[in-house]
């Protein structure tokens, strides 16, 4: 376990969506003092936090406007960012917070391992981190599911050849956004019609991932590749978000087909399905090792957003204590149970 003393002082929310008021949730559970709560400009600015997540213990903390918040006046040692998957768009966001002298842990996929989605930009928030003596962090369900899950199991190896991941994850817990991504209940023409077009494809968040995990294995990424082809079923489902039934002949879901090759001739390939599941489908992930020893593992049954929040809540502490600087979950400690929520207060008095 953590020093009972590496809790923060107090937390900011930066982004009040679907995840956001996850995180304050299970924060209130956990005992985590939440101070502020900050959302871009809109109907949540002004309201109070106590309703919007319908907490009493945070009635009174009153959501501000993002972009004129002066962050460094809020009482608060690290923040939590949950707006958007994308780094070029959250990269603004995180300078402002690291700037203002706060740990930052982002729930954005990019950020997890930045490094993979643009190197200048991710030394740059190395440096501001430094020189402001605080931590940036990305994590979320990727953290145990998708990072560590695999590299605990290649430790016994002596011999690695290959990776081979798989999952699919249903865009149906999302929002529209997703959806768009995704292309659901775009016709197959309109893929064939994109065939012929110069437009460069919008890339995945998931090859991020899969270049950390071959990265965090000590092994040297020559070159990253990904191709995405649209997932049509043959009988039609349900899509919440669009408020019809997606019929045949109309896509469901994408999947990310992903390869990293590497200089020590270890190749790792992904198949990651972002789609719409049939009756009684459900999420999985599965990750299978061509080596000595060879292994799979297969995970089912998870709750990916409850995964998430919690992965994010359960790396708090770590973040606290971490070094100054770009600090990636794969260089941290696999993620530890944390058992009883107690208060910050009764921690600090076991402690001593």
């Known amino acids: 376990m953590n020093n009972l003393l590496d809790a923060p002082k107090g937390i900011l929310i930066y982004g009040l969506g679907g995840v956001g008021l996850a995180i304050a949730r299970l924060l209130n559970d956990r005992g985590w003092p939440v101070v502020a709560a900050v959302n871009r400009a809109g109907a949540k600015v002004g309201q109070d936090l106590g309703s919007l997540a319908n907490v009493a213990g945070f009635a009174g903390i009153i959501v501000e406007e993002a972009d004129v918040v002066d962050f460094s006046a809020v009482d608060a040692d690290i923040a939590i960012i949950a707006i958007n998957d994308r780094l070029m768009y959250n990269a603004p966001h995180h300078k402002r917070l690291l700037e203002a002298g706060l740990n930052v842990i982002c729930v954005g996929g990019e950020s997890s391992y930045p490094q993979a989605v643009d190197p200048d930009l991710s030394g740059a928030l190395d440096r501001i981190a430094r020189a402001n003596g605080v931590t940036f962090t990305g994590c979320g369900l990727w953290d145990t599911y998708r990072v560590w899950s695999i590299k605990t199991l290649c430790g016994p190896c002596t011999l690695l050849h290959g990776l081979h ?177 107690i208060s910050i207060a009764t921690r600090v008095a076991e402690s001593v």
């Open 165 to 341: 991941h798989r999952s699919v994850t249903d865009a149906n817990r999302f929002g529209p956004e997703v959806v768009r991504v995704a292309r659901i209940g775009d016709a197959l023409e309109s893929f064939n019609r994109d065939e012929g077009s110069t437009r460069e494809p919008e890339k995945s968040i998931y090859r991020v991932f899969v270049h950390q995990v071959v990265a965090s294995l000590g092994l040297t990424v020559t070159s990253v590749t990904e191709h995405q082809e649209p997932v049509f079923f043959d009988e039609p489902v349900h899509c919440p978000v669009l408020g019809r039934e997606i019929e045949p002949g109309f896509c469901v879901g994408m999947r990310s087909v992903i390869e990293v090759k590497t200089e020590e001739n270890v190749t790792a390939m992904a198949e990651v399905d972002l789609r719409l599941t049939q009756s009684g489908e459900g999420e999985w992930m599965s990750w299978a090792i061509d080596g000595n020893p060879a292994a799979e593992m297969r995970l089912h049954g998870f709750d990916t957003g409850h995964a998430t929040v919690s992965s994010v809540v359960n790396r708090i502490q770590d973040v606290v204590a971490a070094q100054p600087g770009l600090v990636t979950v794969d260089q941290m400690a696999p993620m530890q149970f944390q058992p009883s929520p």
